[in-house]
């Protein structure tokens, strides 16, 4: 349990100190989890991150607290959260005092700049990740195609997405079609 305790604290910790733009921008690190220590499965994650954007809170912080209880209960959902927060509240402090110095810097916006592109990536990524180890039926490809296509038709709140998506899921399951 210790070394578990450990790694947990190690691992959000560092996603905490690399996830530069989000809460979204933590999927990455947590997917890499799965394969790296097997804490959670792909499917549980999908749950964590639905149900992190449902619950009120910043989205990365939700995903901390639920995959630290998954992991170790009350204490992992406690120490995954801290852990998570320690390198913002550091790193909000040392940029308020330095962005004002150095907000027009070459170098400065080069790299914010660049920050941009590579969390898409990291991003598409994982929801590429995600399409691939969880859609596994035609009612889930035809339910994505479409809402991938009327999210771009329409241009809604995301959340709009999810609630049609559970309401369509719910009737599925219960005239009896599964989606796994």
């Given at each position: 349990m210790l070394n578990t305790?450990?790694?947990?604290?190690?691992?959000?910790?560092?996603?905490?100190?690399?996830?530069?733009?989000?809460?979204?921008?933590?999927?990455?690190?947590l997917y890499q989890l799965i394969h790296d220590y097997g804490w959670y499965t792909t499917d549980e994650l999908t749950n964590m991150i639905a149900i992190s954007m449902i619950t009120p809170g910043p989205v990365g912080v939700n995903m901390a607290t639920f995959a630290g209880f998954k992991t170790l209960g009350i204490i992992g959902?406690?120490?995954?959260?801290?852990?998570?927060?320690?390198?913002?509240?550091?790193?909000?402090?040392?940029?308020?005092?330095?962005?004002?110095?150095?907000?027009?810097?070459?170098?400065?916006?080069?790299?914010?700049?660049?920050?941009?592109?590579?969390?898409?990536?990291l991003l598409t990524?994982?929801?590429?990740?995600?399409?691939?180890?969880?859609?596994?039926?035609?009612?889930?490809?035809c339910l994505l195609l479409f809402l991938f296509i009327i999210s771009f038709k329409f241009k809604k709140n995301p959340l709009y997405y999810f609630l049609f998506a559970a309401i369509i899921g719910i009737l599925l399951q219960i005239i009896g079609i599964k989606f796994v």
């Open positions: 305790l450990f790694y947990l604290i190690y691992e959000f910790f560092k996603i905490g100190f690399f996830s530069v733009g989000g809460g979204y921008a933590t999927m990455p690190f959902s406690v120490l995954a959260t801290i852990a998570l927060i320690i390198p913002s509240f550091f790193f909000v402090i040392l940029i308020s005092k330095l962005l004002y110095k150095f907000n027009e810097n070459f170098w400065v916006k080069s790299v914010l700049y660049s920050l941009k592109p590579a969390g898409c990536g990524a994982v929801g590429l990740g995600f399409i691939r180890d969880n859609i596994k039926c035609f009612p889930a490809v």
